[in-house]
């Protein structure tokens, strides 16, 4: 069973209109982190925002917030005030527990989000 | 500013070559990691290793191997290339259990 599930496979916004971006994650362990990063075509992976288990209050890193619903098992990114810039793939992304074993620290990824932004 | 650095962009190799895909991290992170990414796949791991010496196998490892020999750097081995390994190869690292992965720029392999 896929542990994060991206269900959008491309998505389209029009320049300074907000945008969410679905994620949905399986786990077990109730201790876990879930990470969005974004991948211009130039191909780097950039962390964007990081989300813990037991956080009370959902993150937010500028222009981004990540909309967090632990009972249904849900962390979708929120882009606000969308640019041209934010064109990209988009990845969810989760790492289980502590002291895991040998699973230390490996990331489970989602399939992708392409983002288009139109002016 | 920390990075880890895959020494090529893009890789032409031919069918049955061994290649090596080489990664260093100037960070001093114990934990190092090869993905692989395909169109509508995602990123699947292929190897890790949270010590010199140490591996790990991910989801994928078939077809692969690991060498960590210092801390700093982490390589990946094709013994003998095949034209499904064509892929976007990223390498990351990361200092412990509880915080995310930071990446290289990636290595785009074709094997024909």
């Known amino acids: 069973a896929q542990k994060i599930t991206q269900t959008q496979p491309g998505m389209f916004v029009q320049e300074k209109e907000a945008v969410t971006l679905d994620c949905t994650y399986d786990?077990?362990?109730?201790?876990?982190?879930l990470f969005w990063y974004k991948q211009p075509s130039s191909g780097e992976m950039i962390f964007l925002i990081y989300?813990?288990?037991?956080?009370?209050q959902n993150a937010t890193e500028g222009r981004y917030s990540l909309n967090f619903q632990k009972a249904r098992k849900s962390a979708n990114l929120v882009i606000s005030a969308s640019q041209l810039g934010d064109s990209a793939m988009y990845f969810c992304a989760m790492r289980e527990g502590h002291n895991r074993g040998s699973t230390l620290g490996r990331l489970y990824f989602g399939r992708g989000t392409q983002l288009t932004v139109w002016p | 500013d920390v990075k880890v650095t895959q020494s090529s962009r893009y890789l032409v190799k031919r069918t049955g070559e061994k290649v090596f895909l080489e990664c260093v991290q100037d960070?001093?992170?114990?934990?190092m990691f090869w993905y692989r990414q395909d169109p509508g796949l995602g990123l699947r791991l292929i190897y890790f290793?949270?010590?010199?010496?140490?591996?790990e196998k991910g989801d994928i490892p078939e077809g692969y191997s690991v060498s960590r020999e210092k801390k700093e750097r982490f390589s990946l081995i094709l013994e003998s290339a095949s034209t499904n390994q064509t892929s976007m190869y990223l390498c990351a690292s990361s200092l412990g259990q509880l915080v995310g992965h930071t990446f290289g720029s990636g290595t785009r392999l074709t094997v024909v």
């Open positions: 290793s949270y010590d010199v010496k140490m591996k």
């Open positions: 989300q813990g288990s037991y956080d009370q």
């Open positions: 960070m001093d992170h114990e934990n």
């Open positions: 786990t077990s362990d109730p201790s876990y982190g």
